[in-house]
């Protein structure tokens, strides 16, 4: 929880910084290429924490999964936590794979995913629907369209990043590179196996980015309007 709290803080921050300084300091008179350099940069420098933080989360999804089908044997069990997983893949792998392990293909997901994310939840907030639907209404509709607009077309990214990321120097002889992996994945079963469980993702992505987007506008209006912290 931390760790997403941490990159979402990035994200948005970078996201906030780099369109406010376009806004001033830039001569491109496009709303919509601005926000689309911002997005490229939020998801560039948010992509250096993303990867060691969701290689320990995947590790410990893999962890529980092994447990499971093994009715939750003690011996599956190789991690007791995020903080004990982190230590295992220094200790057994080193920091260069805790922090570089993963980090190519989550960068080729994460630049195009935050340039639509932020683009589709900031033409959508310009629109005229926005007023209508209010200051409350508006987030949550628009956060989840943003977050199935990016994780869409991102999804076989992230399929091929998780395969990735989960080979341990522990059980494998031979790591797979990104391209292996994406060549392996489709003579095995199709342009179809890249978008395995993308339905739940997207039921997932539409509360979480609602929520997202909700707080966020909240806290921003808070923050430009510090009486409102009082009144609530």
Not at 11 to 24: G, I, K, M, V
């Amino acid at each position: 929880m931390l760790g997403q709290a941490i990159i979402k803080a990035i994200q948005f921050a970078t996201n906030e910084f780099a369109l406010s300084w376009l806004e001033r300091n830039s001569s491109i008179k496009s709303t919509i290429v601005k926000m689309t350099i911002s997005g490229v940069l939020s998801g560039l420098v948010s992509s250096f924490v993303v990867s060691p933080v969701e290689l320990v989360k995947i590790r410990m999804q893999a962890q529980n999964k092994v447990a499971s089908k093994n009715n939750h044997a003690d011996e599956s069990f190789i991690y007791n936590n995020e903080l004990d997983c982190a230590r295992w893949v220094i200790k057994n792998e080193g920091w260069t794979t805790l922090f570089t392990h993963g980090l190519w293909i989550t960068i080729i997901r994460e630049i195009p995913s935050f340039a639509i994310y932020f683009v589709v939840y900031g033409w959508l907030a310009r629109s005229s629907l926005a007023a209508s639907l209010g200051d409350h209404v508006a987030p949550l509709l628009f956060g989840a369209i943003a977050g199935w607009a990016m994780w869409i077309p991102t999804y076989p990214i992230d399929i091929v990043k998780t395969i990735e990321q989960i080979q341990t120097r522990e059980n494998s002889k031979d790591i797979f590179t990104w391209r292996e992996i994406t060549g392996k994945l489709y003579r095995a079963g199709g342009i179809s196996a890249f978008f395995e469980g993308l339905k739940p993702k997207l039921a997932r992505a539409a509360i979480k980015h609602s929520v997202t987007f909700w707080s966020y506008e909240l806290m921003m209006k808070i923050l430009s309007r510090p009486e409102l912290a009082i009144e609530r």
